[in-house]
Structures are given as structure tokens and as C-alpha cells.
């Protein structure tokens, strides 16, 4: 039986095993052919990301597993967020314990963010259209699809799908 994943806000002194896992899981699953990339240099600057957003982490007997980050709309690190959301963006686990529950503990600690945040009713989030194993886990999350605000990486031919939950504030 594994350890319980605890999510917490990661720490400076995290944000080396976040960037790490950050290039791992997205090299690993094809989505990029090299952590040279420069969007996934961009992303790897976690520090740069936690100026504008909640990064939190999931952890596991004391070890990084996994990250993602919480964007509110209109800040430095949102791309698609609107009035009323929180973006969650970055939804990373490390390629040796995926399906070990992380990713959803990720998704859910930003769910209940969400609903403790004043003004915020729905999260949303963009994924790769192609990226099978990400789409159904925000099915399977409540997550529903918003084809109408999907959108192009610029100067491209690459479809991100959005995804969106509505809340019900208590």
C-alpha cells in the first residue's frame, strides 16, 4: 500500500525537483522532443512562475512528486483565464509514479482553492489536444469540454483543447 500524498505551497527550495519533474513528465510523455525546448525552459523557471501564481506540490514520503500551478485570470502566468476562474496550468507528476493518484490530488487541492476563493467559480485549464492520458483524467476530474474557446499555439498547427468545471459556491 503506498504512503498518503500530501499537497502542500512549494517552497524555494523546491522548485529544482519541480522543474526537474516538469521536463521529465512532458519529455517522457512525447510532448516535446527535447527539455530544450523553449517553452519547457520557460516552465522549468518555477521560481519565475511563483511570482504570479500558486505552485503547489504533491509529496510522498518526503519526496517531490508532482506539481501544478494555480493562475488567477489576468495575472503573469494565465493564458486563458477569465473574469471568475482560476487557471490551473502545469499539472506535472513524475514519469516513475504516475498513476499513483497525484495528478488528481493536484487537481483537486486546486478545485478547493478555487471554491475558498471569493469570486471565483469555475476552473479552467488548456491541454494538448493529442494528450490522451491528460484529457481523461480532467473527464474524470468533473472537468467538461469548452471546444469554443479552443485555440492554436501561435504560429502553428498545434489544437489546445480547454476544459472547464463549474463550482457551486456553499
Request: proline share 5%.
Amino acid at each position: 500500500m503506498l504512503s498518503p500524498i500530501t499537497i502542500r505551497p512549494a517552497l524555494p527550495e523546491d522548485y529544482d525537483a519541480v522543474g526537474r519533474i516538469t521536463l521529465d513528465s512532458y519529455v517522457t510523455a512525447g510532448y516535446y522532443g527535447s527539455a530544450d525546448h523553449p517553452y519547457l525552459q520557460e516552465l522549468k523557471n518555477v521560481a519565475g512562475r511563483a511570482k504570479h501564481a500558486d505552485v503547489l506540490v504533491a509529496e510522498r514520503d518526503g519526496e517531490i512528486i508532482g506539481s501544478v500551478t494555480a493562475a488567477p485570470a489576468g495575472g503573469g502566468f494565465s493564458d486563458i483565464g477569465l473574469e471568475g476562474e482560476l487557471e490551473l496550468r502545469t499539472l506535472v507528476v513524475d514519469p516513475a509514479v504516475q498513476r499513483s493518484g497525484a495528478g488528481r490530488a493536484l487537481v483537486q487541492a486546486v478545485v478547493e482553492q478555487a471554491r475558498a476563493t471569493e469570486g471565483i467559480d469555475a476552473v479552467c485549464l488548456t491541454t494538448g489536444a493529442t494528450w490522451e492520458s491528460a484529457n481523461a483524467l480532467y473527464q474524470r476530474t468533473g472537468f467538461d469540454r469548452a471546444p469554443e474557446r479552443d485555440w492554436f499555439v501561435p504560429g502553428t498547427d498545434i489544437k489546445l483543447f480547454v476544459y472547464k468545471l463549474e463550482l457551486s459556491q456553499p
